[in-house]
């Protein structure tokens, strides 16, 4: 068997791993090796982003958090208070209406709108891809469910034949 296998094998069982026989390692292996494991999103898509990928999830994860939302507010007060209060209207580097601050602020939404919407779309694709896979399983697990009342059809009608034989008997 390969060594995913042998792995994944080792992972279910733990510490009972060691104390099955050969055999029953070999059965256990071979039963692994021909189920088909779903895809795994994180091993398909976190694995392959690229620097500026992660770059613009980390921007867009700041960007959307209470961090930079009060970071933010508590520089704007700042800004207003030194340009209006501390420095006064003559000694102000920007002063009221705050044009400088205007022009800063537009730049950096010029710069983060994108950063946020490659990350979207990143995540989008992301979200198509766990949903291919959970339809992926959904289908396996509805045939399997199908395959199992096949089974017990069988069953039922083979249980229907011995009691109908052995009431026969009874007559």
Do not use: C
């Not at 992660?54 to 867009?60: G, K, L, M, Q, V």
């Not at 520089?75 to 209060?85: D, G, P, R």
């Amino acid at each position: 068997m390969d060594q995913q296998t042998h792995a994944l094998a080792k992972t279910i069982f733990h510490d009972e791993w060691e104390q099955l026989t050969p055999h029953e390692r070999e059965v256990i292996e071979g039963v692994l090796a021909r189920i088909d494991i779903p895809r795994n999103a994180n091993d398909e898509f976190i694995d392959r982003r690229t620097f500026g990928q992660r770059t613009a999830d980390r921007i867009a994860s700041f960007g959307g958090s209470w961090t930079f939302i009060l970071t933010f507010l508590t520089a704007l007060v700042m800004w207003s208070l030194i340009n209006t209060e501390l420095l006064g209207k003559e000694a102000a580097f920007d002063p009221y209406p705050y044009i400088f601050l205007n022009l800063v602020l537009s730049m950096l939404a010029a710069i983060q709108a994108p950063i946020i919407m490659m990350s979207q779309n990143r995540q989008n694709s992301r979200d198509r891809l766990e949903a291919e896979i959970d339809h992926e399983v959904n289908v396996r697990a509805e045939l399997a469910i199908h395959s199992v009342l096949e089974r017990l059809d069988s069953l039922e009608s083979k249980l229907q034949q011995l009691s109908e034989a052995q009431l026969a008997r009874k007559s």
